[in-house]
């Protein structure tokens, strides 16, 4: 399967890209897109994997990321099918530090604050759950294959499975 993935990001952060709990690849992310502009150029990452049918874990691990930055995971395609429908897939988990820890309070995000061992993350789901904020920072992506028995189980219907089987 051939997974794309498009970036945005002010800086050069590194990232880790992970599939089902193994290493992909490291990659520094210089595109210097302004994550404010929506139509702007993204640096696309591509990754080849053999993948059993089964359920899936695709996770973006940020390294280097300054208290500044954010890094956008804005695109995702699985073998040339964009998934941008299915947002509702995706979580972040951003550590929570005594900086962050203001931005949590004064938007009355608490009820998004987990513990995960013995670490506190802000864990946001589905919609705009797609901004990776803090060093150690995580974008996870799930989804199972074959894939078009995800695209039918998950939104789309017998007609989109169809062409994707065909």
């Known amino acids: 399967m051939e997974i794309k993935l498009g970036f945005a990001t002010k800086h050069s952060p590194t990232v880790t890209i992970e599939l089902n709990n193994k290493l992909i690849d490291t990659v520094l992310l ?65 550590p929570i530090t005594d900086g962050y820890i203001n931005h949590i309070i004064e938007n009355n995000l608490e009820n998004e604050v987990q513990v995960i061992n013995d670490t506190k993350f802000h864990v946001k789901q589905g919609e705009y759950a797609n901004c990776i904020h803090m060093p150690n920072g995580i974008y996870e992506y799930n989804f199972s294959t074959p894939l078009y028995n995800f695209l039918f189980n998950n939104r789309f219907g017998r007609l989109i499975a169809q062409v994707v089987r065909n």
Do not use: W
Request: glycine share 4%; with cysteine.
């Open 30 to 94: 210089d595109c210097a897109c302004d994550v404010d502009d929506l139509e702007g150029a993204l640096q696309m990452v591509t990754i080849n994997a053999d993948l059993p049918e089964s359920n899936h874990t695709l996770r973006v691990v940020a390294k280097d990321i300054k208290d500044d930055e954010i890094i956008q995971v804005r695109h995702i395609e699985l073998d040339n099918i964009n998934m941008a429908g299915f947002v509702t897939y995706s979580t972040t988990y951003n």
